[in-house]
């Protein structure tokens, strides 16, 4: 019966490949388990990055700073920011947010105060002199003295806030012009898309101008006759082309927007344009300055630097300012002059389009990001306030101006 199998051997065979299947099994099963355990050990000798944690690849990294400071966890072995805040690092946040919210606040009360206090010591010095107030206020409105106290006003509150809120904030103040990759041809670029951001705004505000006028309001504050003396206008051209932007460029995007893009650059570029844009204290520059503060955001975290956004804000300004000059000499030269301000417009969004096609694009924020942003600002007091005392005192502004 050599024909059939002995089911003694058969079961011995079967038992011996059951055996070895159970020994390679547990040998695939330990080397697994000695990659597991070197795997956990790299990743215990993995740190985060400091300047990009949230591993966000649109964000600008160099600008932010260190984030350890934020969260000291950030500096052990294997640490990743979870989507979820916890308590020391929402306060730290907290603080950073309040830090901007105090700067802005004060910011706004100290110069309204200030202007108040020169505005009535040179009015009574005046009226000292000349026995009597009659006409004192006008004639202080007509000449160059209350667009100088405007000039030296913003002058000392913006550039002293920019410094206090650095400092309190933990950044030096030679952090806002350490520029990066700028150059003369990327100035160029800039300015002309600027023209096509300011034309777009200088319509939309004329629109909901025209939609405010058919319901008896205004969203412009009326300025009729001040400053209308040579010398105030010269004054005025200094302040609006060259002190407005230089100074307004520090504390905006030189200590505001450092403060607020902390965790989040989106929050930070859009919650800095609306500060920036609500201290015009109109809608229609309102508008302006918005659109356009997002722009000179972007391009000082693009560049590190605050001098990008000087350049084009000394641009924009001058422009503006020159249009108007000629508008008030010769209306057929303003319309040329207008007619190449569309020409380059036109040309200024080919550039945006082109500028954004090479990654220049906003920061969004992650998931983590996004929890760090709004929903943490909005339980800081002092942030609260400062947008809603500077709302306030717009809407009383274009209240008062209809009167």
Same mark, same amino acid.
């Given at each position: ?49 400091? =300047? =990009? ?97 405007? *000039? ?129 204290? =109109? ?67 080919? *550039? ?52």
């Amino acid at each position: 019966m050599d024909e059939f199998i002995n089911a003694d051997e058969y079961r011995a065979e079967v038992s011996g490949l059951i055996q070895e299947i159970c020994s390679l099994k547990e040998q695939i099963a330990e080397k697994d388990k000695q990659l597991n355990t070197k795997n956990k050990e790299l990743l215990k000798n993995v740190t985060a990055d400091k =300047n =990009n944690p949230f591993d966000n690849p649109t964000d600008y990294k160099d600008y932010c700073g260190d984030y350890s400071e934020i969260q000291p966890r950030l500096g052990e072995p294997g640490y990743k920011i979870p989507v979820e805040i916890n308590n020391v690092e929402f306060k730290n946040l907290k603080r950073q947010y309040s830090i901007g919210g105090w700067c802005m606040m004060f910011q706004f009360v100290i110069s309204v105060v200030l202007s108040l206090c020169l505005t009535n010591g040179i009015k009574f010095l005046i009226t000292s002199i000349h026995g009597g107030d009659t006409g004192v206020y006008d004639y202080m409105y007509s000449s160059s003295i209350l667009i100088a106290v405007n *000039m030296i006003v913003f002058l000392i509150c913006n550039v002293l806030f920019t410094f206090i809120g650095l400092k309190w904030a933990g950044f030096r103040g030679v952090s806002m012009i350490k520029t990066r990759d700028f150059s003369f041809g990327k100035g160029l670029q800039y300015c002309i898309i600027a023209i096509s951001l300011w034309l777009i705004s200088v319509y939309a505000g004329t629109f909901v101008e025209t939609i405010l006028n058919k319901f008896g309001m205004s969203g412009t504050v009326d300025q009729e006759g001040l400053g209308e003396t040579p010398i105030a206008l010269a004054v005025g051209y200094i302040y609006s082309c060259i002190i407005a932007p230089i100074t307004e460029e520090m504390l905006y995007r030189g200590m505001l927007l450092k403060v607020f893009s902390r965790a989040s650059q989106r929050f930070g570029i859009f919650t800095t344009a609306f500060f920036f844009g609500i201290a015009h204290g =109109n809608i229609a520059q309102f508008i302006l300055a918005f659109v356009l503060g997002i722009f000179l955001s972007q391009i000082t975290l693009k560049h590190n630097s605050i001098v990008p956004a000087i350049v084009v804000h000394i641009f924009v300004n001058t422009m503006s300012t020159v249009i108007g000059i000629i508008s008030d000499i010769n209306e057929s030269a303003a319309s040329i002059a207008m007619l190449v301000v569309v020409l380059l417009a036109f040309l200024g969004i080919i *550039m945006l389009i082109i500028f954004r096609s090479d990654g220049n694009r906003l920061p969004a924020s992650t998931p983590p990001q996004h929890r760090r942003g709004r929903a943490v600002a909005m339980s800081s007091i002092p942030f609260i306030m400062a947008a809603g005392i500077q709302v306030v005192y717009m809407i009383y502004s274009l209240a008062l101006s209809r009167y």
